[in-house]
T-cell receptor
Framework: AQSVAQPEDQVNVAEGNPLTVKCTYSVSGNPYLFWYVQYPNRGLQFLLKYITGDNLVKGSYGFEAEFNKSQTSFHLKKPSALVSDSALYFCAVRDIANFNKFYFGSGTKLNVKP | GAVVSQHPSWVICKSGTSVKIECRSLDFQATTMFWYRQFPKQSLMLMATSNEGSKATYEQGVEKDKFLINHASLTLSTLTVTSAHPEDSSFYIC?????????????FGEGSWLTVV
Protein backbone atom coordinates (compact mmCIF):
# COMPACT_ATOMS: atom_id res chain seq x y z
CA ALA A 1 0.00 0.00 0.00
CA GLN A 2 1.08 3.54 -0.66
CA SER A 3 1.47 5.98 2.20
CA VAL A 4 3.34 9.07 3.26
CA ALA A 5 4.13 10.37 6.70
CA GLN A 6 4.74 13.91 7.85
CA PRO A 7 6.36 13.66 11.28
CA GLU A 8 5.93 17.31 12.25
CA ASP A 9 2.53 18.83 12.96
CA GLN A 10 4.05 22.29 12.92
CA VAL A 11 7.22 23.98 11.78
CA ASN A 12 8.19 27.45 12.95
CA VAL A 13 10.79 29.50 11.12
CA ALA A 14 11.84 33.13 10.99
CA GLU A 15 11.39 35.08 7.79
CA GLY A 16 14.51 34.93 5.66
CA ASN A 17 15.70 31.65 7.15
CA PRO A 18 15.69 28.38 5.23
CA LEU A 19 12.77 26.05 5.84
CA THR A 20 12.32 22.31 5.62
CA VAL A 21 9.08 20.38 5.84
CA LYS A 22 9.64 16.65 6.18
CA CYS A 23 7.96 13.78 4.39
CA THR A 24 8.79 10.10 4.25
CA TYR A 25 7.12 7.58 2.02
CA SER A 26 6.30 3.90 1.86
CA VAL A 27 5.40 2.51 -1.53
CA SER A 28 5.37 -0.66 -3.50
CA GLY A 29 6.95 0.10 -6.82
CA ASN A 30 8.08 3.48 -8.08
CA PRO A 31 7.09 6.43 -5.93
CA TYR A 32 5.17 9.31 -7.48
CA LEU A 33 5.38 12.05 -4.89
CA PHE A 34 3.76 15.46 -4.62
CA TRP A 35 3.63 18.51 -2.44
CA TYR A 36 0.52 20.64 -2.14
CA VAL A 37 -0.14 23.79 -0.12
CA GLN A 38 -3.43 24.80 1.44
CA TYR A 39 -4.19 28.32 2.58
CA PRO A 40 -6.93 28.86 5.18
CA ASN A 41 -10.39 27.88 3.98
CA ARG A 42 -9.10 27.15 0.50
CA GLY A 43 -8.48 24.16 -1.72
CA LEU A 44 -5.10 22.70 -2.52
CA GLN A 45 -2.51 24.26 -4.75
CA PHE A 46 0.10 22.18 -6.53
CA LEU A 47 3.72 22.97 -5.62
CA LEU A 48 5.84 20.27 -7.21
CA LYS A 49 6.11 16.61 -8.04
CA TYR A 50 8.65 13.84 -8.44
CA ILE A 51 7.97 11.25 -11.08
CA THR A 52 11.43 10.33 -12.32
CA GLY A 53 14.72 11.97 -13.19
CA ASP A 54 16.67 14.45 -11.08
CA ASN A 55 16.37 13.96 -7.36
CA LEU A 56 16.11 17.71 -6.78
CA VAL A 57 12.77 18.98 -7.99
CA LYS A 58 12.03 22.66 -8.33
CA GLY A 59 8.49 23.92 -8.01
CA SER A 60 6.30 26.95 -7.55
CA TYR A 61 7.01 29.96 -5.33
CA GLY A 62 10.68 29.09 -4.90
CA PHE A 63 10.07 25.73 -3.28
CA GLU A 64 12.07 22.63 -4.04
CA ALA A 65 12.12 19.08 -2.79
CA GLU A 66 14.77 16.42 -2.68
CA PHE A 67 13.92 12.83 -3.42
CA ASN A 68 16.11 10.49 -1.39
CA LYS A 69 15.57 6.85 -2.21
CA SER A 70 17.86 5.43 0.48
CA GLN A 71 16.09 7.41 3.20
CA THR A 72 12.66 7.12 1.53
CA SER A 73 12.20 10.83 2.00
CA PHE A 74 10.88 13.74 -0.03
CA HIS A 75 11.46 16.83 2.10
CA LEU A 76 10.19 20.19 0.98
CA LYS A 77 12.65 23.08 1.18
CA LYS A 78 12.98 26.75 0.53
CA PRO A 79 16.20 28.76 0.94
CA SER A 80 14.54 31.88 2.36
CA ALA A 81 11.10 31.76 3.96
CA LEU A 82 8.47 34.45 3.53
CA VAL A 83 5.67 35.30 5.92
CA SER A 84 3.28 34.59 3.05
CA ASP A 85 4.53 30.99 2.98
CA SER A 86 2.63 30.36 6.20
CA ALA A 87 0.09 27.68 5.34
CA LEU A 88 -0.67 23.98 5.63
CA TYR A 89 1.55 21.71 3.54
CA PHE A 90 0.64 18.23 2.42
CA CYS A 91 2.86 15.54 1.04
CA ALA A 92 1.05 13.01 -1.14
CA VAL A 93 1.72 9.81 -3.04
CA ARG A 94 -0.14 8.47 -5.99
CA ASP A 95 -1.87 5.15 -6.11
CA ILE A 96 0.01 2.85 -8.47
CA ALA A 97 -3.13 1.39 -9.99
CA ASN A 98 -4.94 4.67 -10.51
CA PHE A 99 -2.61 7.61 -11.07
CA ASN A 100 -5.26 10.18 -10.28
CA LYS A 101 -5.84 8.83 -6.79
CA PHE A 102 -3.83 10.34 -3.96
CA TYR A 103 -2.98 9.42 -0.42
CA PHE A 104 -2.08 12.39 1.71
CA GLY A 105 0.12 12.85 4.73
CA SER A 106 -1.31 14.36 7.88
CA GLY A 107 -0.14 17.84 6.96
CA THR A 108 2.38 20.24 8.47
CA LYS A 109 1.48 23.73 9.49
CA LEU A 110 4.25 26.14 8.56
CA ASN A 111 4.49 29.34 10.57
CA VAL A 112 6.87 31.97 9.27
CA LYS A 113 7.35 34.81 11.70
CA PRO A 114 8.51 38.29 10.67
CA GLY B 1 -4.51 26.16 -17.09
CA ALA B 2 -6.91 23.45 -16.00
CA VAL B 3 -9.46 24.49 -13.44
CA VAL B 4 -11.73 22.56 -11.17
CA SER B 5 -14.63 24.40 -9.60
CA GLN B 6 -16.82 23.47 -6.68
CA HIS B 7 -20.19 24.82 -5.71
CA PRO B 8 -21.29 25.88 -3.21
CA SER B 9 -18.28 27.10 -1.28
CA TRP B 10 -20.29 27.27 1.92
CA VAL B 11 -23.52 25.59 2.84
CA ILE B 12 -25.50 25.30 6.06
CA CYS B 13 -28.28 22.75 6.28
CA LYS B 14 -30.59 21.42 8.92
CA SER B 15 -30.06 18.03 10.42
CA GLY B 16 -31.97 15.38 8.50
CA THR B 17 -31.94 17.17 5.17
CA SER B 18 -29.81 16.42 2.12
CA VAL B 19 -27.30 18.69 0.48
CA LYS B 20 -25.63 18.49 -2.92
CA ILE B 21 -22.12 19.64 -3.77
CA GLU B 22 -21.01 20.00 -7.37
CA CYS B 23 -17.56 19.53 -8.83
CA ARG B 24 -16.92 20.73 -12.37
CA SER B 25 -13.92 20.56 -14.62
CA LEU B 26 -14.10 23.85 -16.48
CA ASP B 27 -11.83 23.37 -19.45
CA PHE B 28 -11.23 19.67 -19.71
CA GLN B 29 -13.09 16.40 -19.57
CA ALA B 30 -12.58 14.02 -16.71
CA THR B 31 -13.69 10.41 -16.75
CA THR B 32 -12.87 10.16 -13.07
CA MET B 33 -13.06 12.64 -10.25
CA PHE B 34 -12.22 12.15 -6.62
CA TRP B 35 -13.92 13.29 -3.46
CA TYR B 36 -12.00 13.97 -0.29
CA ARG B 37 -13.09 14.96 3.18
CA GLN B 38 -11.08 17.06 5.58
CA PHE B 39 -11.87 17.55 9.24
CA PRO B 40 -10.49 20.67 10.94
CA LYS B 41 -6.74 20.54 11.34
CA GLN B 42 -6.58 17.10 9.79
CA SER B 43 -5.49 15.62 6.52
CA LEU B 44 -7.56 14.87 3.47
CA MET B 45 -9.18 11.48 3.44
CA LEU B 46 -10.19 9.98 0.13
CA MET B 47 -13.87 9.15 0.21
CA ALA B 48 -14.63 7.83 -3.24
CA THR B 49 -13.76 7.74 -6.89
CA SER B 50 -16.46 9.13 -9.14
CA ASN B 51 -16.64 7.30 -12.47
CA GLU B 52 -18.40 8.85 -15.43
CA GLY B 53 -21.28 6.70 -16.57
CA SER B 54 -20.90 4.09 -13.86
CA LYS B 55 -21.07 3.59 -10.13
CA ALA B 56 -18.68 5.33 -7.81
CA THR B 57 -16.01 3.37 -5.99
CA TYR B 58 -16.03 4.02 -2.26
CA GLU B 59 -13.14 3.74 0.16
CA GLN B 60 -13.43 1.43 3.09
CA GLY B 61 -15.57 2.83 5.85
CA VAL B 62 -17.43 5.34 3.68
CA GLU B 63 -21.19 4.81 3.60
CA LYS B 64 -22.44 4.56 0.05
CA ASP B 65 -26.02 5.37 0.96
CA LYS B 66 -24.94 8.35 2.99
CA PHE B 67 -22.69 9.93 0.40
CA LEU B 68 -24.30 9.57 -3.00
CA ILE B 69 -22.05 10.30 -5.94
CA ASN B 70 -23.24 10.89 -9.46
CA HIS B 71 -20.94 11.49 -12.42
CA ALA B 72 -23.45 12.13 -15.16
CA SER B 73 -21.16 13.90 -17.60
CA LEU B 74 -17.47 14.24 -18.36
CA THR B 75 -17.34 17.61 -16.63
CA LEU B 76 -19.58 17.21 -13.61
CA SER B 77 -19.62 15.06 -10.50
CA THR B 78 -21.99 15.63 -7.61
CA LEU B 79 -21.75 14.54 -4.00
CA THR B 80 -25.02 14.40 -2.09
CA VAL B 81 -24.89 14.08 1.66
CA THR B 82 -28.17 12.45 2.58
CA SER B 83 -29.94 12.81 5.90
CA ALA B 84 -27.13 15.02 7.10
CA HIS B 85 -26.10 15.06 10.72
CA PRO B 86 -23.80 17.42 12.60
CA GLU B 87 -20.96 14.90 12.41
CA ASP B 88 -21.08 15.24 8.62
CA SER B 89 -19.94 18.84 8.99
CA SER B 90 -16.64 18.99 7.20
CA PHE B 91 -14.66 20.44 4.32
CA TYR B 92 -15.22 18.48 1.12
CA ILE B 93 -12.77 18.76 -1.78
CA CYS B 94 -12.87 17.25 -5.22
CA UNK B 95 -10.09 16.66 -7.69
CA UNK B 96 -9.78 15.82 -11.37
CA UNK B 97 -7.23 15.61 -14.12
CA UNK B 98 -7.30 15.94 -17.90
CA UNK B 99 -5.60 12.59 -18.33
CA UNK B 100 -4.41 9.52 -16.51
CA UNK B 101 -0.76 9.51 -17.42
CA UNK B 102 1.69 9.09 -14.62
CA UNK B 103 3.26 12.51 -15.12
CA UNK B 104 0.08 14.58 -15.20
CA UNK B 105 -1.04 17.02 -12.55
CA UNK B 106 -4.17 16.69 -10.50
CA UNK B 107 -6.24 19.80 -9.95
CA PHE B 108 -8.26 20.40 -6.83
CA GLY B 109 -11.39 22.39 -6.37
CA GLU B 110 -11.60 25.22 -3.87
CA GLY B 111 -13.52 23.04 -1.48
CA SER B 112 -16.97 23.20 0.06
CA TRP B 113 -17.63 23.84 3.72
CA LEU B 114 -20.66 21.95 5.00
CA THR B 115 -22.15 22.82 8.36
CA VAL B 116 -25.07 20.76 9.62
CA VAL B 117 -27.06 22.38 12.41
Amino acid sequence: AQSVAQPEDQVNVAEGNPLTVKCTYSVSGNPYLFWYVQYPNRGLQFLLKYITGDNLVKGSYGFEAEFNKSQTSFHLKKPSALVSDSALYFCAVRDIANFNKFYFGSGTKLNVKP
Amino acid sequence: GAVVSQHPSWVICKSGTSVKIECRSLDFQATTMFWYRQFPKQSLMLMATSNEGSKATYEQGVEKDKFLINHASLTLSTLTVTSAHPEDSSFYICSASPDHRVGNTIYFGEGSWLTVV
